[in-house]
């Protein structure tokens, strides 16, 4: 069985001879939009950041370089990404879409920066929350703005890449609970999510949502909307109970605690590999689990190494 055999086998829980090492045989291409640039500037959205080399990526958003200032005019204010604009057969070449080889690799399209992110890097954080809670018909027409957009993208990215999965990321909770009310979240972001979901099922595709944080509030919703795979599973829920609840429904991906085991400063590699064992058990029977850190930030070298060591020899299914 090659890899992209036993991948898909996996996220349909379809007798996978093994438990993946991370995303095998897949292969990201996002689409030429900005989202987040890479230095100081502006994304397409007119979003300004700024740069600093020990953050997280490099840049991250300005304070009050949010563009809608005054949402009784937002508008007037948002700026939409105008995807027709873009030179698609110049971007498919420098990708070498065409050279792909489809028998061996997954395609996954990168979708970042969802409905609830997208609207606070629009309003600024606390403006959002406010505006959630205060003026939720009209976060809910800015929402549907968002997820047209997101839908629109999604349709023409599939007609010059025909990626297998699309990654769809809206980070919707904190360590502790989600950033908004349960029935805010169902009223407002749920609905447009669900749109955006259906318009990847019309294309034939896989739903791989992306969302940190502690989110079991609202996991069924994300299985009854029809998310085909969870990442990156961060250890804040409680991942067994959620497997047993609704693994027969959807992968899981990730778990391995990058928090307390991985990135801790003292962590040793048997320690790694204790984590390794217990993430396997806990979420890998009957396939619907890729194994993979609960988040990706900068490990050791021996860490890394014991790690994929690990589910390389525990993450084998018994014949």
């Given at each position: 069985m090659?890899?992209?055999?036993n ?45 600093d080399e ?54 996954s ?44 993208l ?41 749109r ?21 509030e609202v ?40 928090q ?50 690990e ?9």
């Open positions: 090659t890899a992209k055999e991948f898909l086998r996996t996220i349909f829980r379809d007798s996978p001879e093994w438990i993946p090492f991370g995303m095998e045989s897949e292969i990201y291409i996002g689409p030429p939009i900005i989202e987040r640039p890479i230095k100081a500037g502006f994304d397409d959205w007119g979003v300004e950041y700024v740069f020990k953050a997280a990526g490099g840049t991250y958003p300005k304070i009050n370089g949010h563009p809608i200032k005054d949402f009784t005019k937002w508008r007037k204010h948002i700026q939409i990404p105008d995807i027709d604009k873009i030179d698609w057969d110049l971007f498919a070449s420098q990708k070498k879409i065409n050279k792909i080889d489809r028998e061996a690799h997954v395609i399209g990168f979708i970042e920066f969802g409905i609830f992110e997208r609207t606070y890097l629009l309003l600024g954080l606390e403006n959002a929350l406010i505006n959630y809670l205060t003026e939720p018909e009209e976060m809910l027409e800015i929402s549907k703005v968002i997820a047209d957009y997101k839908i629109n999604i349709k023409k990215f599939y007609s010059i890449v025909k990626p297998d999965i699309i990654w769809y990321g809206d980070d919707w909770g904190t360590q502790r609970k989600l950033f908004l009310p349960p029935d805010i979240w169902r009223k407002i972001i749920k609905p447009q999510t669900k955006i979901y259906d318009a990847i099922k019309e294309l034939g595709l896989i739903v791989n949502q992306h969302s940190c944080g502690k989110i079991e996991f069924e919703d994300i299985v009854e909307m029809g998310a085909d795979i969870w990442n990156p599973c961060q250890p804040c829920n409680d991942l067994a109970n959620l497997k047993k609840e609704y693994g027969d429904k959807i992968t899981f991906c990730g778990g391995i605690d990058s307390f085991v991985l990135h801790r400063p003292d962590v040793t590699t048997d320690e790694v590999r204790t984590e390794v064992r217990k993430r396997i058990d806990e979420m890998g029977k009957g396939g619907g689990y890729i194994a993979m850190p609960s988040h990706s930030v900068p490990f050791r070298k021996d860490v890394v190494d014991a790690m994929n060591d589910i390389s020899r525990y993450g084998r299914y018994a014949k």
